[in-house]
């Protein structure tokens, strides 16, 4: 039993040990790593060569079908904050009544959040048909929910909820050498979105927006919103003293090596010297133009989901659409550089 003991105790100070090389910064202890697991060599990203061997193990099915169960049940609260933004959610059924004057009884498809916020405005405006693709099952359940709510208020018969993930979504008839037969049956005119989060493609637009201009809209389809315009700033966000005391030492604790939504204009409203603005605001980072990148990929075959295994990679992205490049920024205040801040501007065209 000793002797097991000291080997027990031989390996924690190994991997202590291992773990202080790993660190990144002097200011950090060793119990810091119960919440920084991405300090671990171990735990840190790395290339895969064989994705599909290393996919089809027992042992990865298993986390990944973990942390989807746990992103599912992440998404319904998500998506609710989705309904404090009246101002954009005007600037939606705006625009998609200014489409739908266009095209009148167009077929609108709806990438959307669970709250079916946008299905039921897409009816209201007079769309003559709404199909809604949502991103999980939780979603999908959540929608209906509130398309049964609704129905003294609008033709709820009209809008078409699929409880299939886009990537498995096609056109009846096209759907290759897939055995399951689509309830998707026409293309759609017009494509209405709200996947964005606060790090503005995290919730995996535009791959989505590429699946459904191939698949499942025509050539030629209106997007709303058309583009996304992404600014930025050089910001110091620290601590410093509160209620008189001296809790600097706490910023070790803010960095993270992920992002983060927060809400700059309560941050700056504190009136502490250690929140301020570093640089200019860099208007435009870059603009993403959803409008040009559908019609692109409208001209895109079909790809086949049985033999690319769901996955559209197949579909080759013209290079100007990816790119790199590199911004000069100008300091215009003193401070401790220790944050990135980045947001977005929903922009719908017309005006709006």
Known sequence: LKLREVRREEVRVQMVNQYKQAMQSPDFEIEDFDWRPTFFPQSRLRP???LAS????????????????????????????????EDTLHKYAASMEA???????????????????????AAKAGAGKVTCVFQ???????AKLAIEANRHLVDTSLIHVVSRPIHSCYVRGEEGKSRDVSDITERADVLV??????????MNILRSLEIASSR????????????IKVKAMLMELRISKVSDFDLSYLNVYRWHPNHEGVNLSRELAQGKDSYKKLSELIDPVCVIDL????????????????????????LQMA???????????????DGVWNAVAFWMDIQFGDGL
Request: with cysteine; net charge negative; hydrophobic share 35%.
């Open 48 to 50: 895969q060569r064989n």
């Open 54 to 85: 290393s996919l089809a193990k027992p042992y990865t099915q298993m986390l990944l079908n973990y942390a989807n169960a746990l992103a599912d049940l992440e998404c319904p609260k998500r998506d609710l904050r989705t309904l404090a933004n």
């Open 99 to 121: 489409a739908l004057r266009e095209q009148p009884g167009a077929h609108v498809l709806v990438l959307g959040s669970g709250t079916c916020i946008l299905p039921l405005l």
């Open 136 to 142: 999980s099952q939780s979603l999908y359940r959540m």
């Open 193 to 202: 979105t709200d996947w964005f989060d606060h790090t503005v493609l995290g």
């Open 216 to 227: 499942l809209l025509k050539r030629g389809a209106r997007v709303v919103p058309r583009r």
């Open 291 to 314: 409008q040009k990148r559908s019609d692109a990929f409208a001209d895109q075959p079909l790809g086949d989901n049985e033999d690319h295994n769901g996955d559209d990679s197949h």
């Open 319 to 333: 290079p100007e659409w990816e790119r790199e490049e590199t911004i000069s920024i100008t300091a215009i205040a």
